[in-house]
């Protein structure tokens, strides 16, 4: 148990489907994170919440929605992926955004296939 | 953006012997954390050092910063098939929207298999 539980943890969608990824924690985080990490390349940062407000947004295609109801939860809503968009889908929390010297506790991922 | 890059990407050695792998980038970072990932799961934190040369041992693990900020190491001593998994680097820069905030870039990884 990392204290940071991700569901689904596998999804296979259609490319005309929505769905959406769920991230909890109950570490009494701040920030809480999304990142897609695909083979071969490193993690990328997808979008950042501090205290349920949207810090960065890093150049993400609207396809990709992220909603953060409470400081405790995060999801990602899916809508027309393309199949570049398989990868496995990491969600983190941490206890701010303001020094970077806390460490990230990431859930186990969902793995996301686009067929 | 800030790259890290990792060195080597694949690293396939018997149980018992010493390794060490690489992170470096040309841009300075605030702080340093490597984590292990294994498969399927997501990364887990193993260490953050934040000043320049600071060494930091967690058993077997050597972890170093370097002296200007912009590289670090993770030396292995003996290793076992436990220690099998992807580690990686990832260094904490300003996010520019933000001003203040910071994220971490990570690099893509050393591939570490340790075999019995």
Redesign the interface.
């Known amino acids: 148990e990392t204290g940071v539980t991700q569901t689904p943890r596998h999804l296979v969608m259609g490319m005309t489907n929505k769905k959406s990824l769920k991230c909890e924690q109950h570490l009494g985080h701040n920030a809480m994170y999304w990142y897609k990490q695909s083979a071969k390349k490193p993690l990328e940062l997808m979008f950042v919440y501090s205290l349920e407000e949207r810090v960065e947004n890093n150049s993400v295609p609207s396809r990709f929605s992220p909603e953060c109801p409470n400081s405790s939860h995060l999801f990602l809503h899916l809508h027309t992926l393309q199949p570049e968009d398989s990868a496995l889908y990491l969600c983190a929390s941490s206890q701010d955004v303001g020094q970077g010297n806390y460490g990230y506790t990431f859930g186990s991922g969902t793995r996301l296939t686009v067929v | 953006t800030q790259l ?1 890059e990792q060195s080597p990407q694949f690293l396939s050695i018997q149980e018992g012997e010493n390794l060490t792998v690489y992170c470096n980038s040309s841009s300075v970072f ?2 340093l ?1 490597w ?1 292990r990932q294994e498969p ?6 193993l260490v ?1 050092v ?1 000043t320049g040369g600071e060494v930091k041992k967690l058993k077997r693990l050597t972890f170093q910063f370097g002296d200007a900020r912009k590289d670090s190491s993770l030396h292995i001593t003996a290793a076992q098939p436990g220690d099998t998994g992807l580690y ?1 680097c ?1 260094g ?2 300003v ?1 520019i ?2 001003g ?10 050393t591939q570490l298999t340790v075999l019995p």
């Open positions: 890290l605030s702080s954390q984590y399927g799961e997501g990364p887990v934190l953050t934040v990686l990832a904490a820069d996010m929207s933000s203040s905030a910071r994220q971490l870039t990570f690099g893509s990884g």
